[in-house]
């Protein structure tokens, strides 16, 4: 059997594996660019059927998360919801995959209205985890470039500050110098000091991972 062989009968002994191969095959006419419009429509309908209860398990494959990828780009606002439907509860462990984390950002930046709020609910109480991966980190990083507005960074990011703040959100004067200065106008220093603590030992834990260049962490870093 020579080389190429060899790779296809790995490919083909995966999960999935001969369907993988089949919609790849459709994916491969589907990615021209100078392809018809109602051609593409047609390829993701049909890549669509082969992959359908089958997301999650194969997204993290490189071969898969791209077919997938072009299912949420090319696809109708229906079926991309599918996609998020379907991979909503593995989304934190997608995020942290070499391949699956170019699907979830993919998704979140072209989600809308309740399908984004879905997803961007996954994210809470693992921003740390996330943000302290050295891949997750990538997709926190779209996340602050592409998807959050001021409004919603904000929130979010009050996990970088204290364990207390995964489960305790405060609606408003939420950003870290706020919310030291709302402990210190309380009287509560001790606490104060521990909130800055806690985030610069956070941002110590991304510097070590090599992540100091992310605008996000330059945002902590700036706060």
């Not at 592409?146 to 904000?154: E, G, P, T």
């Not at 260049?213 to 945002?219: A, D, I, N, R």
Request: net charge positive; hydrophobic share 40%; charged share 25%.
């Amino acid at each position: 059997m020579d080389a190429k062989k060899a790779r296809l009968q790995r490919r083909l002994e995966k999960p999935h594996g001969n369907i993988v191969e089949e919609a790849k095959s459709l994916w491969n006419k589907a990615r021209e660019k100078s392809l018809d419009p109602k051609v593409r429509s047609e390829l993701v309908n049909q890549i669509m059927g082969l992959i359908t209860g089958k997301i999650a398990q194969v997204a993290t494959r490189h071969d898969a998360s791209r077919i997938v990828q072009l299912c949420v780009s090319h696809g109708t606002d229906t079926q991309r919801e599918s996609i998020s439907a379907a991979i909503k509860d593995k989304l934190v462990a997608l995020s942290k995959t070499t391949y699956g984390r170019f699907l979830v950002s993919k998704l979140l930046s072209r989600s809308k209205g309740k399908e984004r709020a879905m997803l961007l609910k996954r994210f809470q109480g693992h921003m740390v985890k996330l943000g302290t991966h050295n891949v997750s980190a990538l997709v926190i990083e779209d996340l602050f470039d592409k998807v959050l507005s001021a409004k919603q960074c904000a929130y979010l990011f009050q996990e970088f500050y204290s364990p207390e703040f995964v489960h305790f959100k405060r609606r408003e004067g939420n950003t870290l110098p706020e919310i030291v200065a709302a402990l210190a106008a309380e009287g509560d220093a001790k606490k104060a000091a521990t909130v800055l603590s806690y985030s610069l030992n956070t941002v110590q834990r991304m510097a070590n991972k090599g992540l100091l260049s992310l605008g996000f962490v330059q945002y902590l870093l700036w706060q």
